[in-house]
């Protein structure tokens, strides 16, 4: 009585098998196809960065001299700079105040707490164009009023700073959320006043999520162009600005060197993000409530 029901049993499985076959290769062509979509026109990039041809896409032969002749390119050099300054000044006001406003959104109770939580998101999904418009707007009322704000650095940190604050402040918040209250409670049981709470078993905990935030703030900056134009002044070019000023008078190999080594900062930072969010949630103490 087992044989038959045994053999209809295999009869069965074997369409469901080649079914989830059939959906899993189909699935694994999808992807592939979508991949090469999203990273094909990169490798063009970097393939191209190595081509010894000066002009046109024509395979010439392999050479890195382009990359050499960045290191004689003033005006790229000058960009890499300001595009580093600019990265490294707004990414560490916009951690600051992006760690702040995480723990006054988490722990605070204040008027208008739930409009700023739904402002702070929807900082998030405006349009690159429409904010850049609107800070170039408001500089110039401000200089207006004040005759201060002129376009360069300072315009392009303020800007910057504006939109990384929602993206660091979302980051320390989820690693908040994980965090156990019994512990602040326990530091308070034992005498800690709240600034040696904060510094001693707040600030530590939740140190990995303030560097994912701030790792994600620095990549946004390096990769940042719409808002950086908008904003920008005589003598405050980005590398993206260049890059972009560049390709209109005619792309070339060092041009596609200089894009190639941007691609690679970038990318570096956001695998840097999500290693450090990896950890970070490992790390996290369960809540036992």
């Not at 700023?116 to 110039?140: H, N, R």
């Not at 993206?167 to 512990?183: E, I, K, N, Q, S």
Request: charged letters at 10%; one cysteine or more; a positive charge.
């Amino acid at each position: 009585m087992g044989a038959p029901a045994s053999s209809t049993a295999r009869s069965f499985d074997a369409p469901t098998r080649r079914a989830g076959s059939r959906r899993s290769v189909a699935l694994l062509v999808i992807s592939v196809l979508l991949y090469v979509f999203l990273y094909a026109p990169l490798g063009v990039v970097v393939l191209q960065s190595f081509n010894r041809a000066p002009r046109g896409t024509e395979w010439r032969g392999f050479t890195t001299d382009w990359y050499g002749a960045l290191a004689q390119n003033e005006p790229a050099q000058h960009a890499t700079v300001i595009t580093l300054a600019l990265a490294a000044m707004s990414t560490a006001f916009s951690t600051t105040l992006g760690t702040l406003l995480a723990l006054a959104l988490r722990r605070g109770t204040f008027f208008g707490k739930r409009f700023a939580e739904a402002t702070l998101q929807s900082v998030m999904v405006v349009p690159d164009i429409v904010m850049a418009i609107a800070l170039l707007m408001f500089y110039a009322v401000l200089r207006q009023w004040t005759d201060a704000l002129a376009p360069g650095l300072l315009t392009m940190t303020l800007a910057h700073i504006t939109f990384q604050i929602p993206f660091v402040t979302l980051v320390v918040r989820a690693r908040l959320a994980g965090l156990d209250p019994a512990l602040a409670e326990a530091a308070h049981d034992l005498g800690a006043s709240r600034w040696q709470c904060f510094r001693h078993v707040t600030l530590p905990l939740i140190g990995p999520g303030i560097l994912a935030g701030a790792l994600l703030a620095f990549t946004l900056s390096l990769d940042d162009f719409v808002v950086s134009f908008f904003t920008t002044g005589p003598g405050a070019t980005t590398l993206p600005i260049f890059i972009y000023s560049s390709v209109k008078r005619g792309l070339t190999p060092d041009i596609n060197a200089l894009s190639t080594l941007l691609v690679l900062a970038s990318v570096v930072g956001a695998v840097a993000v999500m290693v450090v969010q990896r950890a970070n949630s490992k790390s996290q103490i369960p809540n036992p409530k």
